[in-house]
Structures are given as structure tokens and as C-alpha cells.
């Protein structure tokens, strides 16, 4: 049921997860196997089948024969492309700053 809420057993005053509902957000591919409320075993096994990796990853090399490459994929890996460009230009420029604040 989407309204369970499963109570804490133990209230404790320091913790770092004391055993209530936490929330799970996914998108893009795969992201429609988390929905409602699922065991915490169950979040780990998904991961693991949307990111190909471990058992079970035979539909990722079926993906590539099924689904050829559009424009808008071709477009949407340039963009990732361009902005891990930009992220390594950025984290380089920030460790050049360090560096030098420290002399």
C-alpha cells in the first residue's frame, strides 16, 4: 500500500537511520522500477540491473541490438560529453587554486 508507514522501533536521540520510510527518486532509463514501497534488499538488486552490473545484465547487451542510436541520443552523449569537459576544466582550475593558496 502506498499509505503504510512503517513505525520506528527504537526512537533514539543520535542515529543515522533509525529504521523509517526513506524516500527513493529515480529518473531516465529503469527509473520505473522504483516506484511505491519497496524492502531495502529489493533497491540494491535494481541498482545493480540498471546499471549492468553483477547477474542479470543480459538485457543491457540485448538494449544496443533493439534500440540503434537516434540523433536525439547522439545529441543527448554530446552533452554529456560537453559537460564532463566542463567539470574537469572546473575541478582542475580548483585545484590550481589550492595549490597556489597554500605557497
Known amino acids: 500500500s502506498k499509505n503504510f508507514f512503517q513505525d520506528v522501533l527504537v526512537p533514539l536521540s543520535d542515529e543515522t537511520h533509525g529504521g523509517e520510510d526513506v524516500p527513493i527518486y529515480a529518473t531516465g532509463p529503469m527509473a520505473h522500477l522504483f ?12 541498482m545493480a540491473y540498471a546499471a549492468c552490473i553483477g547477474r542479470n545484465k543480459q538485457h543491457c547487451q ?8 537516434t540523433a536525439a541520443d547522439e545529441n543527448s552523449a554530446s552533452r554529456v560529453q560537453h559537460s564532463l569537459s566542463l567539470l574537469f576544466i572546473i575541478m582542475f582550475q580548483l585545484a590550481v587554486v589550492i595549490v597556489f593558496s597554500r605557497h
Open 35 to 46: 516506484r511505491g514501497v519497496v524492502e531495502q534488499s529489493y533497491v540494491a538488486h535494481v
Open 62 to 69: 540485448r538494449i544496443g541490438e533493439r534500440l540503434p542510436l
